[in-house]
């Protein structure tokens, strides 16, 4: 169904190899219906030693004013969180809203969830693992 927006997000590089949240991922629009007005949530959840960091939740309200068919736009969760140990089994979701066409009214707009985890790759360094809705 391309007629009905379908959101889709492709890895990116990340600013900081040792910490996972700081991938630069894309979002990108693969119906054929324009999106507008497109705001983020990213939430995290660690544990690391000391550190707990549960539910928390970063807004990027208007990100993006404007998505269309098989355009792409960094979403800005890298700058959420700095810690100096992310641990394996980090947890994390990308909400992304949006509106059809300029109608911003908040009963018309949608969203759709990315859920991740985070796991050691090859090279020592976390990755993240898509999981399934």
Known sequence: MQSYPWLSIQEGEFLDPHNPYTELFKV???GYIPLTNLSAA???SFESGPIVM?????????FAS?????????????AIVYAPK???????EVRIEYAYYHINFKRFRRHQSFHFKSIKGKDGLLHWLFLAP
């Open 54 to 62: 549960k539910n928390n939740t970063v807004f990027f309200p208007n």
């Open 28 to 30: 990108s629009n693969g």
């Open 66 to 78: 404007y998505l269309g068919h098989d355009s792409a736009t960094t979403i800005p969760c890298f």
């Open 86 to 92: 992310i641990p394996e089994g980090a947890k994390f």
């Open 42 to 44: 990213c939430n995290e």
